[in-house]
């Protein structure tokens, strides 16, 4: 799965790589360790990221979006299980797959599915004790562009909010390498229409381990197994140490 990354671009990167038209905010967007939204006790720690969604009325834009998916029907309640992900299955049409999936199905659906623009992820070895943790950066891209699906939910007497999720496939052959069994769908320019505006078929031929060659990783510090750490460490190879 992917359930943590990082950021750190500014905006004007992601307009002009995303093909986003308007003016960009000023300033950089910097956070090295992003985990989805939790709860603590009886408050939401909620994270918000940006993500990218393109219509027949305004085209293409960027907006702010809750990590995880809440579903319309909790009623702004974050899930009590997990919907940072929502898993492919190899072999099995998406569609299918989705369709027992009562978090996502509606957002399927209804083709609400969007771009999430992320510097890197982490991912932990499956293998190692304690698990190693890697950092999973582009080899030549300025940034990773994922495909998500996206729902909207309004709380009782409060706002409604957009919500998202990241698509997961199989690895590829870097991903096994490091001890991980799932991928994000990572998505090429040329992909992102399909994905943001396509038919359900064109999308789901989308949903593919990311291309061998595309990713390259690196040992990290242990302190990245806690969300709240940003330190500079977490961006130094832990081999190097």
Same mark, same amino acid.
């Given at each position: 799965?992917?359930?943590?990354?990082?950021?750190?671009?500014?905006?004007?990167?992601?307009?002009?790589? &995303?093909?986003?038209? *308007?003016?960009?905010?000023?300033?950089?967007?910097?956070?090295?360790?992003?985990?989805?939204?939790?709860?603590?006790?009886?408050?939401?720690?909620? /994270?918000?990221?940006? +993500?990218?969604?393109?219509?027949?009325?305004?085209?293409?834009?960027?907006?702010?979006?809750?990590?995880? &998916?809440?579903?319309?029907?909790?009623?702004?309640?974050?899930?009590?299980?997990?919907?940072?992900?929502?898993?492919?299955?190899?072999?099995?049409?998406?569609?299918? /797959?989705?369709?027992?999936?009562?978090? !996502?199905?509606?957002?399927?659906?209804?083709?609400?599915?969007?771009?999430?623009?992320?510097?890197? !992820?982490?991912?932990?070895?499956?293998?190692?004790?304690?698990?190693?943790?890697?950092?999973?950066?582009?080899?030549?891209?300025?940034?990773?562009?994922? +495909?998500?699906?996206?729902?909207?939910?309004?709380?009782?007497?409060?706002?409604?909010?957009?919500? !998202?999720?990241?698509?997961?496939?199989?690895?590829?052959?870097?991903?096994?390498?490091?001890?991980?069994?799932?991928?994000?769908?990572?998505?090429?320019?040329?992909?992102?229409? +399909?994905?943001?505006?396509?038919?359900?078929?064109? +999308?789901?031929?989308?949903?593919?381990?990311?291309?061998?060659?595309? &990713?390259?990783?690196?040992?990290?510090?242990?302190?990245?197994?806690?969300? *709240?750490?940003?330190?500079?460490?977490?961006?130094?190879?832990?081999?190097?140490?």
């Amino acid at each position: 799965m992917c359930g943590r990354g990082g950021h750190e671009f500014s905006w004007e990167q992601v307009y002009q790589y &995303l093909n986003i038209p *308007g003016q960009p905010p000023a300033g950089q967007f910097r956070r090295l360790n992003v985990a989805p939204s939790t709860r603590r006790g009886q408050e939401v720690q909620w /994270t918000e990221l940006p +993500a990218v969604i393109e219509d027949a009325e305004d085209g293409r834009r960027m907006v702010r979006m809750v990590w995880p &998916l809440v579903p319309g029907w909790l009623k702004g309640q974050l899930p009590k299980f997990s919907t940072a992900n929502c898993r492919s299955e190899a072999g099995v049409p998406f569609s299918t /797959t989705v369709a027992g999936k009562p978090a !996502f199905r509606t957002a399927w659906k209804r083709h609400q599915r969007c771009l999430v623009p992320f510097s890197w !992820f982490y991912e932990w070895d499956q293998r190692s004790r304690p698990r190693q943790p890697w950092r999973v950066m582009p080899v030549s891209a300025p940034m990773l562009v994922f +495909a998500g699906l996206w729902d909207e939910s309004s709380p009782p007497g409060g706002s409604s909010f957009r919500s !998202f999720t990241l698509v997961t496939t199989e690895p590829n052959d870097l991903l096994r390498d490091i001890g991980h069994h799932r991928a994000p769908v990572l998505l090429a320019p040329e992909q992102w229409s +399909a994905w943001l505006t396509g038919t359900a078929e064109q +999308a789901e031929q989308l949903l593919a381990p990311p291309p061998e060659g595309s &990713l390259r990783a690196h040992r990290v510090t242990t302190r990245v197994n806690n969300p *709240g750490y940003q330190g500079e460490e977490l961006l130094a190879d832990a081999d190097s140490e």
